[in-house]
């Protein structure tokens, strides 16, 4: 009882949408009016845990059942993520887990961790693009698949692409990006990966398309594309910045400027913060490890030190909302096989991620944004948005 005495006032900040907490049979009211939902405590939560991380008790509470929610997920989250400025978080105390080495051999580990669950998994809820990255809804009435196809498109036509050209994916995930490419440009695509997964798969599909002569994909990492003489008319990386970690960001544009040719386009699609963040304890421990969303500004500013030139920032937050519901949805309809396949903590936990994820960007926690460079000056494009 005095843990609960404790525990219900750490929460009565979070009043931003009144709901109902229920423990031990007792029914506490936070915020003012009628509750918006209502969240069940089995047991109560030490203090310490709230204190030292909300994100990591919290979440890892909904992992074991010791809180569960009434109705829907989403919707409850949707009303309380808005508040985490609100949360708790001890640096000092969770340094190992928030502060992670950037070298090589630990990414690596740190990227198959998430990517390596299983081609047969990731199947099962993402569209037949195998797109896991922000989807571009042009129209309200879009599908998934469709709004995948759209966000390739449309990156593809940034690029300004043109029969011959040869193009880089960093982070090139199954490979639908750059077969796209050669299908409709006729370029030539090289794509890199860290994910064992990812790379058979990829390979798979580019013979399926006998795209051979075009497109490759290799296992390498972004600091080991200078030791191979590549030299690029493009450059793209979709969703891939955000494990390069803030120590290497300026590491990480330099190795693009290596290999793009002078006047090169690059784009860069990534989650971003509006300001520096080290990053949100749960998602680092259960989800991905290492993980750091960028800042705009960071970004900008340490690509304009690489002479690269800023073109278009566009925000695509709302279409990364719409996304992770189409996932959440489709996560729902296989939840049965997907317990099959792991366990119901494993289920519960990626059930949180992609419904805390959409309620970050509804919220405003979390941007995307697509940046389209030149290295150095490019006066041969358009003097409007050709796109």
Not at 258 to 263: A, E, N, T, Y
Request: proline share 3%; hydrophobic share 40%; glycine share 6%.
């Amino acid at each position: 009882m005095l843990e609960q005495n404790v525990m219900i006032p750490f929460l009565k900040k979070f009043d931003q949408y009144p709901f109902r907490i229920m423990i031990n049979n007792h029914e506490y009211i936070i915020g003012q009016g009628q509750p918006e939902f209502t969240v069940h405590f089995n047991r109560t939560i030490p203090v310490k845990s709230l204190v030292t991380s909300t994100s990591l008790a919290l979440g890892e509470a909904y992992m074991d059942k010791t809180l569960t929610i009434d109705g829907d997920l989403y919707y409850a989250l949707d009303h309380f993520l808005g508040q985490m400025d609100k949360f708790s978080t001890d640096q000092s105390a969770l340094k190992k887990l928030i502060f992670t080495s950037v070298a090589k051999n630990n990414q690596q580990k740190e990227v198959q961790s998430h990517y390596d669950i299983g081609n047969d998994f990731y199947q099962l809820w993402l569209d037949d693009t195998l797109s896991y990255s922000c989807a571009y809804f042009k129209h309200p009435e879009d599908s998934l698949y469709q709004a995948q196809v759209n966000k390739m498109d449309y990156i593809l036509e940034k690029l300004a692409l043109r029969p011959g050209m040869e193009l880089l994916d960093i982070g090139c995930g199954w490979g639908f990006l750059l077969i796209e490419a050669a299908k409709k440009y006729g370029v030539k695509g090289t794509g890199i990966t860290l994910s064992q997964e990812q790379y058979r798969m990829a390979n798979e599909r580019i013979r399926q398309e006998n795209l051979e002569d075009l497109v490759r994909v290799e296992l390498l990492d972004y600091r080991d594309l200078a030791n191979r003489s590549y030299q690029f008319d493009r450059v793209v990386s979709v969703g891939m910045l955000e494990h390069v970690g803030r120590d290497n960001y300026a590491l990480f544009i330099d190795c693009v400027k290596q290999v793009l040719k002078p006047g090169g386009l690059f784009l860069l699609h990534f989650i971003s913060g509006l300001k520096e963040h080290p990053g949100d304890a749960w998602i680092k421990k259960y989800i991905f490890p290492g993980g750091v969303i960028p800042s705009l500004r960071e970004i900008l500013s340490d690509a304009a030190e690489q002479n690269f030139h800023t073109l278009d920032v566009e925000n695509l937050r709302l279409h990364y909302n719409k996304t992770l519901l189409c996932w959440q949805d489709n996560f729902n309809q296989h939840r049965q096989e997907i317990l099959a396949m792991f366990d119901e903590r494993f289920v519960r936990m990626w059930e949180l991620y992609l419904a805390s994820c959409a309620a970050a960007f509804h919220n405003g926690v979390v941007d995307i944004h697509q940046i389209l460079f030149s290295k150095g000056i490019n006066n041969e494009l358009p003097l409007v948005r050709w796109y």
